[in-house]
């Protein structure tokens, strides 16, 4: 059982606009900033948002925000090569530990 | 430009030892907050621990699954991080990340390596 909970998947058209949730509690989202990490095809992972931020190279239609205990991922104008797991993950006060969502996995139809 | 790269990994039987490195470009171990992450096959990423920079006082943190068996170092003459495993058990396998975290407001994992793969098996 993962700490954060995340859809098992998703699925949108190539264009479409779709946004993926990261529910937790206030010992973990409600205190920290999250990173959204995409993997494709279980390779190498790579860090696409930190908070409501992107890392160079990541293309502008990623965007991050978090309410409460709830943060979530947005892709507008969505792309074949957007298609891969992605996981959320922040630090645990409670815990003292880095704690991951279970990873949804996105299809682009 | 900051580079990962893990290596050490292999087959290992279980209640055995194994020692994996993660040499670092880019950026100095001393100075830098690093965590390995692992991917057990078909599963999603776990932490597995957390060792802060030398000014932050070098504390490290581990998950319940490994602690009192995985131990987390650094060599600064070989700007490397080192995950120590021992006593290992079938539900080590996995292929194992290291990764740096950086500071906003928050720490997050920006940069990670490639991986490496460990297998634990009779």
């Known amino acids: 059982q993962s700490a954060l909970t995340q859809e098992a998947s998703v699925s949108g058209t190539v264009g479409q606009k779709v946004t993926l949730s990261c529910s937790g509690n206030n010992n973990n989202i409600g205190r920290y900033g999250v990173t959204w990490i995409q993997q494709i095809s279980h390779g190498t992972p790579k860090t696409v948002m930190f908070?409501?931020s992107l890392p160079s190279g990541i293309p502008d239609r990623f965007s991050g925000s978090k309410s409460g205990t709830t943060a979530s991922l947005t892709i507008s104008g969505l792309q074949p090569e957007d298609e891969a797991d992605y996981y959320c993950s922040t630090w645990d006060f409670s815990l003292s530990a880095w704690v991951f969502g279970g990873g949804t996995k996105l299809t682009v139809l | 430009e900051v580079q990962l790269v893990e290596s050490g990994g292999g087959l290992v039987k279980p209640g055995g030892p194994l020692r994996l490195s993660c040499a670092a470009s880019g950026l100095t171990v001393t100075n830098a907050r690093m965590s390995w992450v692992r991917q057990a096959p078909g599963k999603g990423l776990e932490w597995v621990g957390r060792i802060k920079s030398k000014s932050d006082g070098g504390t490290i943190d581990y998950a319940a699954p490994v602690k009192g068996r995985f131990t987390i170092s650094r060599d600064d003459s070989k700007n490397t991080l080192f995950l120590e495993m021992n006593s290992l058990k079938t539900e080590d396998t996995a292929v194992y990340f290291c990764t740096r975290l950086s500071r906003l407001d928050f720490y997050y994992m920006d940069v990670w390596g490639k991986g490496t793969t460990v297998t634990v098996s009779s």
């Open positions: 908070g409501n």
